[in-house]
């Protein structure tokens, strides 16, 4: 999975670098790095939520009963 990191150094473009385009590739970097990060978190953090919060709910209820399909 160390190819799917984002690298977040600043990659001179040679003689001509700005630092403008430098700063919006860095705000490009950071955005794709923490919508990933995001992404993840929300694909493993959703269904244990729900498990959460219907445990949480009025009529108390116990894993089982939210886990059957009865």
């Known amino acids: 999975m160390a190819a799917a990191k984002a690298s977040l150094k600043i990659k001179g473009k ?3 670098s ?10 490009k970097d ?9 992404k993840v978190a929300t694909h493993y953090g959703f269904i ?3 498990i959460i ?3 949480k709910s009025d009529p108390n ?3 089982f009963q ?3 399909p009865v």
């Open 14 to 16: 040679g003689k001509g």
């Open 18 to 27: 700005k630092e403008s385009s430098s700063k919006y590739e860095l705000f």
């Open 30 to 38: 950071w955005t794709n790095w923490s919508l990933k990060k995001a």
């Open 48 to 50: 244990p939520l729900i």
């Open 53 to 55: 919060l219907g445990m």
């Open 61 to 63: 209820t116990h894993l």
């Open 66 to 68: 939210l886990l059957s």
